[in-house]
């Protein structure tokens, strides 16, 4: 086939036809713009854009839970030096046990033994509060070996009794050491032992007491 049958030059017909039809195409594209351009354009007013709350400058601290979280309510009673109260836990803050939520409660020193368990459970308490009134432990210097001491979790108990009441240097933490038998540990600030020039306490209040069969 050759390609002088194709050429244009040979079929003036066909050319016309598509001029023709390029034509059309033309004029329907220009009456839709035209037409596009005449509608009125209708404005959808877009919804109110809310302020973003302000983020705290300040993450509050939190709260400990009682030591009871999946358990009842744990609770100290220490008759002779006036104790009855709720236990919660302490954490480690990567320095030392953070007391700072303690208030009027006993705190379970985090790592120390708990109930059930045969150790050595660190409890303690403040001597006095921030306000200046008299902490929950402000009497443990007064106990004396011997005086009861119950540990109790719902409706289970435990009794102990007194065996040392001793001072300790802040930085003493061998009373809180795990042992091989029963043992609670209470300790707190020694009030006499104040320095309002360094404000800190020079030395620790520590009673110790072991486990007894209650009758």
């Known amino acids: 086939m050759s390609r002088s049958r194709l050429s244009p030059a040979r079929r003036p017909g066909a050319v016309i036809a598509r001029l023709i039809i390029f034509g059309i195409i033309i004029g329907v594209g220009f009456a839709l713009i035209q037409r596009w351009r005449d509608t009125p354009v209708t404005t959808v ?57 303690l208030g009027a409660n ?9 109930f ?11 001597v006095e509060l921030g306000d200046g009134r008299l902490g929950i432990f402000h009497n443990i210097d007064d106990m004396k070996k011997g005086d009861p001491i119950f540990l109790q979790l ?24 795990p042992t091989t038998v029963d043992t609670i540990t209470l ?21 110790v007491a072991e486990r007894v069969q209650s009758s």
């Not at 008759?79 to 007391?99: E, F, K, M, R």
Request: proline letters at 7%; charged letters at 15%; hydrophobic letters at 40%.
């Open 45 to 101: 007013a877009s919804a109110p854009t809310l302020a973003p709350s302000p983020l705290p400058t300040v993450i509050p601290a939190v709260t400990p839970q009682a030591t009871s979280t999946a358990y009842p309510r744990a609770v100290l009673y220490a008759p002779t030096a006036g104790i009855n109260a709720s236990i919660i836990d302490v954490y480690l803050d990567g320095i030392s046990w953070d007391v700072s939520q």
């Open 106 to 114: 006993v705190g379970h020193l985090q790592g120390t033994g708990w």
């Open 116 to 126: 059930g368990m045969t150790s050595n459970i660190g409890l303690a308490g403040h």
């Open 154 to 177: 719902g409706d289970l108990q435990q009794d102990y009794k007194v065996t040392v009441v001793k001072r300790v240097k802040p930085d003493d933490l061998s009373v809180l050491s």
């Open 187 to 207: 300790i707190t600030c020694d009030l006499d032992a104040y320095s309002f020039i360094q404000n800190v306490y020079l030395d620790r209040i520590v009673v």
